[in-house]
């Protein structure tokens, strides 16, 4: 089992930045790939980004691009969310997921574990 815990969430000014963390425990060595998604309430959820665990390299939904950045540090097995520019309609509960495949995959229905995740509030 793969175990996911998000932190760092809280409420920003527009315009402001803040950085999630997601640490990874448990058997990480079936992660390939791991995502973040955001949920307001009453809507779907939505995919933001991802990054292939080993690999390093990223992928992310335009909304955000240019503002977010994902990164992670292997050692640390703990992978990271910067936002940046932050709008109102950014405001969500953020989560981590984890993948058991390769892939650059936005459907959350191909993710195998997933976080609780953490709220952030943007104001205007």
């Known amino acids: 089992q793969v175990q996911l815990v998000e932190s760092g969430g809280g409420l920003v000014q527009a315009g402001g930045s803040l950085r999630l963390s997601c640490a990874v425990s448990?058997?990480?060595?079936?992660?390939?790939?791991t995502g973040w998604f955001r949920q307001a309430p009453g809507e779907e959820r939505e995919f933001v980004g991802l990054i292939r665990w080993t690999v390093g390299s990223t992928s992310y939904a335009d909304s955000v691009k240019g503002r977010f950045t994902i990164s992670r540090n292997y050692a640390l097995n703990t992978m990271y969310l910067q936002m940046n520019s932050l709008k109102p309609e950014d405001t969500a509960v953020y989560y981590c997921a984890a993948r058991r495949s390769d892939g650059l995959v936005s459907d959350s229905n191909a993710y195998d574990y997933w976080g609780q995740g953490t709220q952030v509030t943007v104001s205007s």
């Open positions: 448990g058997q990480t060595f079936g992660v390939y790939a």
